[in-house]
């Protein structure tokens, strides 16, 4: 051996000598687990509390490992988790969080990094789940709550098995500012770290074991999908029941309504104490409004005043900084949570508070705790940075668990283990085309978003975006600055008591389409691209050509972001303020119109020109929609209500609608039915549809049932 | 003692465990030293090489440490070092590297990180030096190959001393989303780290310490401070040779010019060696250039192609990733260092090339090596990016050292450690306002920055942007894709050729402006706030009150950042395309028009409207600015020159004029004067100027003197 060759050697010895031998080991019906090194007792599995729905894995089965194990590599440099996985040529990445501006994540670099979203797709969102799916059919999971560096196909390794070609950009035009890169390689800042690979065989099934190996969807009550309205920050007992007397005289569905911090004896920091001039008597308050059939939800934030009587128990269990003053409870401790949602639990929930919206446990940098701060428990600024939106979500929720109520809110960080949780993602961002994006990409990061409408500037945008609210997780107006109302565009009011009658008559389905999400891992509102018969890459375009104002020549993804799947029946493809027609990408199979069940189109991309009243939706060939006939509230627990079953296309249809108490966890316990409906065509071509019998026994909400043949 | 008591006394115990006790150690004079935990064994300043100018240092004197002890804190946590510093109530802080956007850094959160800057001032740029100046005349350095993350003076401890007044948002018009904090906080992701202070007791006494400690700035080659322009990319020699025949025949100076990529065999990745179909003879081609008084410099990126004919022997010791292909030397490593450098010698340096523009070794993400990509010495991606733009200065400037030569070029990432490079910064941006932010920034970050022109959209700028070039440390056309010449837009012709002009009889006032800062440490170009009598406190204004697009009330701060001082004695207020007059702070003390030495004001705000061929300049009261002929070339060694002494104002005038052979490293071993002149009045008030004579033995670089009253 030369000298040389010798150091060569050495080198490569060093190279490799912390390479980590990676053991999988299936630990749910396709779902396989890695630990690299020694993982740190806190992850994100931990601080969510979330347990595998078994019964949902096993329905799916076993699977084989997705992927050549050869080819993912592992190792711990710099006291640093290095991962690898492989790409093929034709692969697409989705997912890594809620993204806002992108669905195709392939040639990302992000840090996945809890915060409000800032403009930009770079990984710092209200929920970083750190997992992506695979248009191949296979899902990655990193369970890390630390801030994870991710190159998702942009890095190229001297050593990779598919290089890209080296080119000369002094002669060559083909030459391009990003070679092709065949993995996706993380920096986990930790010494060790566990992983787990979901198995196909499609990207949908992928998804599905994630959901469910975190827990399931959840199952919100019936009323949550029904409309919200949020008031003004100081608005008053009599000017919120003022607020739902207006809607129930003009006809407007409302189920809840969210007070802003106005409720509060102080906000910023908060006292989560009610606020005795604006609300002299709680109970008495949430009681009759409950009679009215509206329930309350609450606003706060977690950063605790020294005004709040239970400041000085709290204190020993708050982190070094505050945020606005107010000081940070340590929610890993027991004492933090016994005071802080103790104080919940009896001052608000026990009155019959619904629920809460709980703000600004993201971010962003400014307000929030720096990554210095350190807690009692021992978690680091960045650990609590990325679970606190976790454990304000299980905690507040054990609260309602605890009482056998099922609740529905809001909240603004998540992150992987909190699918289960019965929030909904907002935002103080208000780009249209962006919320429905973000929408899209819900259904990757194992969590619910909603396009809420604050106001608009005029009444066209205003009734595209009530549009999309309720064909979204929460049909909801933030109206906490604006006081807008339904029908504050009066061009407009007709059509959006229309649009949010409709999401009240589609409640069947929006439930079913929920207890899919809960039993089987489907998110109800998800990416065109899960599918089937849907394919699309995007396109690189050079947008621009001159090299004083782009030097490396960089072109543009050109993607489908602005359409998605409501269920598995409906592609929504909505319109923004100012556009009077769009394209609509149809995936292969026949679909047609929603309203009028006429024939669209067959995989193919369509131009609709919709006018103003409507949004465009699209069912799928054989599709079953259950509906009940427009109400002012959700059904309550026991009360039936009749069915319209619509029927769409030609195919054989086949629909199992989900009924329970609409209100309790007694489905934990067996209390639920699928009914299964069916529509078929006898010999004449005459369509006949039938549902199954109720179960003796258990929940049956359903009335008289009529048919409707659309389109026929 | 209770239970309750105890609990917390045990974690009272917990939380200060981990303090450190810091020892401070005055290394140099006025510089003080902490050691934390344990330091890596890589650092900036041991990437750099830097060691202090201990002459300056001493010059300077001792001086007390500038905190209380007491208030600064260091704790290792998680495995990193938590920093904080105090700050008072009106102290304001400057610093933390080549921000463009912000001069005044209280309450920025940022993270240190090399890249290019993305256009907003988060911490990712060319030269993101963990380094801060207070107002209050103390200075701080964290001696980091890591990415710092950085709270200005954002964050708020529970055991603040000073916290901020809780408030009622609900009810309080002066609730404000950003409390006051009273600390800077650091996060150091290293084990240990070396932390400087360094004594004022003014601002500008702190960042000379910095400086000299950096061991002082650079002194270019008097060549260096002339004309330059770069050609476009494909440039043959014969272009490039006519290109040098038009300056001349069209009397505009020139210096030195800038091939771009198409000089390499292949770029992108790069050869390192000549093409012989557009340079057939390069060693006959440098030669005849510099005969006609014009040097070289060459454009390289540092990623090497596989066409290079040492690719093989350089393999072995590049990292594990490749950039556009290229494979990437670790330049820590002896081995890549003689492979890489030794080419550029033997190729380029050795037939009298006169530098380099290194390029792209600061980011961004997408096209350099990621933070998993490993290197042989062991280094990590993130020490190896924090680090890499220093180490390239270094060891390019090494082979000019080496030859007693100087050089002079352009490079795109620095830090800490990089005072002395002989190097410019500069970016693909295109911003003015912010290339002259940038410039005043500069000044706190060790660096020099070039607010190059390349081409511009209207005649007005370009001669708006080509007046900064000339009032900057490189006066630079870079026209690799434009090719534009300085005469393009022939409406403004002669005023740039006056703006030229002027640039070279300024010349002995440039090099002497460098040589205080080689050996003072004293930026050339610098913030107005490093000037005595100048004070401002930048404005926050709340200019958006709807709630809805700015939900926190964000108010913004209006700042001063399109002024600068050039050198001890001019104050350079730019016009931008598009204005005809503007706001200049006129520092206490008073001034004088640069072009005729009329009184411009005293400590007051003065509204200019200068007309389209001045660029507002005003002369500090006193001061005295040696100018030389009209020049094409700058003087070659030993070429004497005549010197028009021009005078401002009315106090007794002082000035060192730096002399030197302008060429070599002789300097070193002394080889160079300080001459003074002075001015002074005598009785009948005549003004009478006198310059001490030359000193035997050493350069004189000074022909005739005449001198100018300026405003008499």
């Given at each position: 051996m030369t000298k040389r060759y010798y150091f060569l050697f050495i080198l490569l010895f060093a190279f490799t000598a912390n390479a980590q031998n990676i053991q999988w080991t299936q630990v749910q019906p396709g779902v396989w687990k890695a630990v690299i090194g020694k993982p740190e007792a806190y992850d994100l599995l931990k601080a969510s509390g979330a347990t595998p729905a078994t019964t949902g894995l096993q329905q799916m089965g076993k699977a084989d490992f997705p992927l050549q194990q050869q080819d993912i590599s592992a190792r711990i440099v710099d006291g640093k988790v290095y991962l690898r996985f492989p790409l093929q040529k034709e692969e697409q990445l989705f997912g890594f969080g809620l993204n806002f501006q992108t669905v195709y994540q392939r040639g990302k670099i992000l840090q996945l990094h809890v915060d409000h979203f800032g403009g930009k797709d770079n990984g710092r969102t209200h929920a970083p789940t750190p997992f992506y799916v695979s248009s191949k059919g296979y899902g990655v999971f990193v369970n890390a709550a630390r801030y994870i560096n991710v190159y998702a196909g942009s890095a190229v390794r001297k050593d990779s098995k598919n290089p890209p070609v080296e080119k000369d950009r002094n002669t060559d035009k083909s030459w391009a500012s990003r070679p092709y890169s065949d993995a996706v390689e993380m920096l986990v800042p930790a010494g060790g770290v566990e992983v787990y690979v979901f198995s196909g065989p499609t990207a949908m099934d992928a998804v599905r074991r994630f959901n469910l190996f975190n827990g399931g969807g959840v199952l919100p009550p019936r009323w949550g999908l029904g409309f919200t309205q949020r008031v003004k920050t100081l608005y008053t007992a009599d000017e919120v029941k003022a607020e739902a007397k207006a809607f129930e005289e003009k006809g407007f569905p409302l189920d809840f309504i969210g007070l802003e911090p106005g409720w509060q004896s102080k906000a910023y920091p908060c006292t989560l104490e009610w606020d005795k001039t604006r609300y002299p008597d709680p109970a008495a308050f949430v009681k009759e409004m409950k009679e009215k059939g509206i329930r309350l939800n609450l606003w706060t934030n977690p950063y605790i005043s020294s005004a709040a009587s239970y400041y000085k128990d709290l204190l020993p269990y708050t982190g070094s900084h505050t945020v606005w003053t107010g000081v940070v409870p340590d929610f890993t401790l027991p004492q933090a949570r016994n005071t802080v949602f103790g104080q919940m639990k009896k001052s608000q929930v026990d009155i019959g508070v619904s629920g809460y919206k709980i703000d600004e446990v993201d971010g962003y940098d400014h307000y929030l705790w720096p990554d210095v701060a350190t807690f009692p428990s021992g978690l680091s600024g960045e650990q609590m940075r990325q679970t606190f939106g976790l454990l304000v979500q299980r905690y507040t929720a054990d609260i309602y668990h605890q009482k056998n109520q099922r609740t529905y809110g809001l909240v603004r960080a998540s992150n992987a283990g909190g699918v289960s949780m019965p929030y909904v993602i907002y935002d103080d961002y208000y780009n249209h085309e962006d919320f429905i994006t973000a929408l899209i990409n819900s259904g990757f990061a194992g969590v619910l978003w909603t396009p809420e409408a604050?106001?608009?500037?005029?009444a066209e945008e205003w009734l595209r975006r009530m549009q999309t609210v309720v064909f979204s997780p929460m049909a909801m107006i933030?109206?906490?600055?604006?006081?807008?109302?339904?029908?504050?565009y009066p061009e407009v009011a007709d059509q959006i008591k229309a649009m949010a009658t409709l999401r009240m008559q589609m409640m069947p389905y929006w439930y079913s389409a929920f207890a899919r999400y809960h039993f089987e891992g489907i998110p109800p509102f998800r990416s065109i691209n899960l599918e089937e018969g849907f394919s699309y890459e995007p396109k690189k375009e050079s947008v621009n050509k001159n090299l004083e104002e782009n030097p490396y020549a960089e072109a543009v993804s050109k993607e489908i972001k602005d359409q998605y799947m409501a269920g598995d029946a409906l592609l929504v493809a909505p319109l923004f303020a100012g556009q009077t027609s769009r394209k609509v990408v149809l995936p292969k199979g026949k679909w047609y119109d929603f309203y009028t069940g006429a024939y669209a189109g067959n995989g193919e991309v369509i131009t609709v020109t919709p006018g103003l009243d409507k949004i465009p939706v699209y069912v799928k060939d054989g599709s079953i929609i259950p509906m009940m006939p427009p109400m002012l509230h959700a059904p309550k627990k026991g009360e039936k209500v009749d069915l319209e079953i619509r029927y769409y296309g030609e195919k054989p249809g086949q629909y199992k609608l989900y009924d329970d108490d609409g209100e309790t966890f007694d489905y934990e316990k067996g209390q639920y039915t699928w009914r299964d409906i069916t529509v078929t065509k006898d010999n004449n071509g005459q369509l006949k549809g039938t549902i199954s019998a109720p179960v003796t026994g258990k929940p049956n909400t359903v009335g008289n049932v009529t048919w409707k043949w659309m389109g026929k």
């Open positions: 604050r106001a608009s500037k005029t933030n109206a906490w600055s604006s006081g807008t109302k339904p029908w504050s």
